[in-house]
């Protein structure tokens, strides 16, 4: 009897367990979905090649971070930039709109914005995911690189700001970090402005010393202002080719937080554990939620900033030394979550601004991302390499973990994506080019709903993915 009391007992607790386990797996998705908003973390590297990352098969930079997210998480492998240099690509991934549509591109050549000081940037009237959700209550912070503008008229008026497009809390670069930023190393901006400086100032030479040659052997008419004019000319185009580099370094090369700048020129090696407090100190001050905090490394851009413990240890030379510590920065940052037990109420998503920059390089020496199978790289906008890009989301318990989509999204798709989790409205007074990843997420639906994509470079249309609707089939032309 007492044997039967028990195995009775032992039965309706073995039911009752499994009941409540089949209950738990279907409505924690429907909890998190309907009711409590997510956090969510959004974290793009410059620069970084799909090549360069374990989950999507280097077998020798090692990214365990990343692959932990991919395994934990739903890993895209058609996941697509809108451009393939930094200042379209991110105006398109806050706008979820194509960067022609806001004014974004250019056509002349300079592809992304070439000084903090110009007063171009991403214009007032677009609205960014961080306006929304801050509308929506959400705490809203970018931490790291902006690189969409800073002022319109004045030096002060922040209209091209982060704080101005929705974002409560900035800190970081307001523009790009460049190898200009560390003398000496791989230069983007010095060389060709010292060179044309040289170029001033032996012409204007060559001009102050013939006139002057010609006058004292009278074979030149011309008064001596001339002469005193094209010295002085060469004088300062000497000078300032001199003192170019130091310059651009302190134009661009400067830390701030919110309105105020914190460090000019900024110590490069301090940067990385200073941007780490920083994360850490806005999700725990944020942790009672909802936050949305974009963290846009610096890394792995050139000059490859990298503190010692991290130099000398990949195969990969300087490059790959970055991506690991890269890698090494997601692992801190998601500790910081599971420490403060965020994890399964955070939505994370990873990916790259665009491809790896195959042009880089430093003596010999590879100094760039690696694009995998895909040709072309970073400034190439009509081939694979210069947009297809890792892209991982995580939130434990309702995203399933490890599952691969091979269907073509978009880095424009986060905007909506995020927007209706958060519980805002995608604006209707525009037309947005993202589309939400959740179902394919999720698995309620097995196609993309991009009929179209539309590869560009500057404003220029250089090639078209079509995917066949409610078909796996796709082609580019
Ligand atoms: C891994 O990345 C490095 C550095 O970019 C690259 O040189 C190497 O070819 C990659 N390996 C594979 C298998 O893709
Ligand atoms: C923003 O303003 C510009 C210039 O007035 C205009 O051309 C553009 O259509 C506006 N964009 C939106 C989304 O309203
Ligand atoms: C987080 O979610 C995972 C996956 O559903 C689950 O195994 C784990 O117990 C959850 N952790 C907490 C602290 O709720």
Known sequence: MLHLEHSCLFFRSWLALTVSVLLDLKP???????????????????????????????????????????????????????????????????????????????????????????????????TTFAKILKDKGYATGLIGKWHLGLNCESSDDYCHHPLSHGFDHFYGMPFSMMGDCEPGEVSEKRAGLEHKLNVCSHVMALAAFTLTAGKLTRLVAGSWTLVICSAIVALLCLTTSHFMGALIVHADCFLMRNHAITEQPMSLQRTTALM?????????????????????????????????????????????????????????????????????????????????????????????GWNGIYKGGKGMGGWEGGIRVPGILRWPGVLPAGRLIHEPTSLMDVFPTVVQLGGGQVPHDRVIDGRDLLPLLLGTAQHSEHEFLMHYCESFLHAARWHQRNTGFSIIV
Request: hydrophobic content about 35%; aromatic content about 8%.
């Open 28 to 126: 924690s998705a429907c909890r998190s979905l309907s009711g409590s908003r997510p956090n969510i973390l959004l974290l793009m590297a410059d620069d970084l090649g799909i090549g360069d990352v374990g989950c999507y098969g280097n077998d020798t930079i090692r990214t365990p971070n990343v692959d932990r997210l991919a395994a934990d998480g739903v890993m895209l492998t058609q996941h697509i930039a809108a451009a393939s240099v930094c200042t379209p690509s991110r105006a398109a991934f806050l706008t979820g709109r194509y960067p022609l549509r806001s004014g974004m591109v250019s056509s002349n050549g300079y592809r992304v914005l070439q000084w903090t000081g110009v007063s171009g940037g991403l214009p007032p009237n677009e």
């Open 276 to 368: 780490l407090k920083e994360v850490s100190s806005f999700v725990k001050r944020n942790k009672q939620g909802p936050f949305l905090l974009f963290v846009s490394f610096l890394h792995v851009h050139t000059p490859l900033i990298t503190t010692e413990n991290f130099r000398g240890r990949s195969p990969h030379g300087l490059y790959g030394d970055n991506t690991e510590e890269m890698d090494w920065m997601v692992g801190q940052i998601l500790d910081t979550l599971d420490t403060e037990g965020l994890t399964n109420s955070t939505l994370v998503y990873f990916t790259s601004d665009h491809g790896g920059s195959l042009e880089a390089q430093f003596g010999n020496h590879q100094y760039g």
